[in-house]
């Protein structure tokens, strides 16, 4: 049985190289998904502040188009006038010629504050562009890194998978599926050393008489505790 604890202790060094290569990987993509997430979230802003400045430019070629056709019947209106003998009709005209002066007065004023808003909105958006510009940089930048970090250890992943497989092949099946049981139970940790009389995974007193059994190696002991599996290093099974 010593033999096939020892080959257990070896299966999960390769086993912890497996799991922190795939942890690593996993943090690295997930580290991706936020910059994703965040280059998403400067899209939509800089679009909402697009469709905002083209609300405001919209809003300007209508007061800009009416104040045009408004000066238009403006002029029309003094050409009328000098034209006109009649004092009644003169003052009619020369009333809609006030009525007139004030209505572009106050589109001139609407425009004024047109152009103001769209000095903010320009002025936002060239900031959003700017951040957008930014992360999409360094998502670019990252996406390389990441790429090149994942395919370095895609392949030792798939060499600690070769070698998995050739140690897995030499144990017991029954022992082997209660080992990764636990592996998976204790997040990487089945197989503990007891070293002085104590459990390496939980730190408890092992009972002397199993302590003992535990450096005969005749059978499977685990921690009465924490229920790793234990062994031990001595003369015959040290492997170091
Ligand atoms: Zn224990």
Redesign the pocket.
């Known amino acids: 049985m010593g033999n096939q604890v020892e080959l257990l202790v070896n299966l999960q060094v390769v086993d912890q190289q497996l799991r922190e290569r795939t942890e690593a990987i996993e943090a690295l993509r997930q580290g991706l998904a936020e910059i994703e997430r965040e280059f998403a979230g400067q899209r939509t802003l800089l679009e909402t502040c697009r469709a905002e400045r083209a609300e405001f430019e919209a809003r300007r070629r209508d007061l800009e188009g009416t104040l045009n056709d408004e000066e238009s019947k403006m002029k029309d209106r003094r050409m009328r006038l000098n034209r006109i003998r009649n004092e009644k009709e003169a003052s009619a005209v020369r009333r809609e010629i006030e009525v007139g002066k004030e209505g572009n007065q106050k589109i001139e004023e609407d425009l004024m504050v047109v152009f103001e808003a769209l000095d903010v909105v320009n002025a936002r958006e060239s900031e959003l562009q700017r951040d957008y510009d930014a992360i999409e940089a360094r998502r670019a930048e990252q996406q390389v890194k990441v790429d090149s970090e994942i395919a370095t250890l895609s392949a030792g992943l798939d060499e600690a998978r070769r070698r998995r497989d050739e140690l897995a092949a030499d144990i017991d099946a029954g022992l082997r599926r209660q080992y990764e049981a636990i592996f998976i139970r204790r997040r990487g940790l089945a197989v503990?050393e007891v070293r002085g009389g104590t459990?390496?995974?939980?730190?408890?007193r092992?009972a002397p008489q199993l302590s003992n059994e535990i450096q005969r190696n005749q059978r499977v002991i685990?921690?009465?505790?924490?229920?790793?599996i234990?062994f031990a290093r001595n003369e015959t099974s040290a492997t170091a």
């Open positions: 503990v459990c390496q995974g939980c730190h408890i092992v685990v921690c009465p505790n924490c229920h790793r234990l």
